[in-house]
């Protein structure tokens, strides 16, 4: 005699296989308060290298003006497109050579020239802030 196989077997299975689908998205994307330093904000001017324009989080690059050197390239993470879009950020407004002035959170781990944005300020006077600034202002400097 013959037995069919449990259909529970299949139905763990196809469970447990959905389940993965969503965790393990979830566990891949990190903390920004993990990973930048939420008590500094660095002032940096320049001009956009290049733009990331994707999801989960949008990069941009910034050929930084700074004092003590020829200057450096940030790589600046900030919101996803969906929300960039409702704060009223588009895509063809961070255009490569534009010049632009942010309000960023350093890494927390000390790599230089690497921020999550909190604000983007445009020589016109056009400011879009994504993240409250958590320490009220300017605390380091780049």
Known sequence: MTTKPSAVPV???????????????ALAHHSIAGQFDMTKTVRISGV?????WTNPHVYLFLDAKEAA????VW???TLPVAMLRKAGIKK???MT????TMDVCPARNGTEHLGFILNIQ??????FQ???DPNGGVTAVP
């Open 11 to 25: 139905v763990v299975r196809a469970a447990l296989a959905a389940f993965m689908s969503i965790a393990l998205p």
């Open 92 to 94: 063809q407004m961070l």
């Open 69 to 72: 050197s020829s200057g450096s």
């Open 48 to 52: 956009v290298s290049k733009v990331e």
């Open 122 to 127: 445009f020589p016109d006077g056009r400011r």
């Open 75 to 77: 790589k600046l993470e």
């Open 97 to 100: 050579g534009e010049t632009v």
């Open 130 to 132: 994504f993240s409250k």
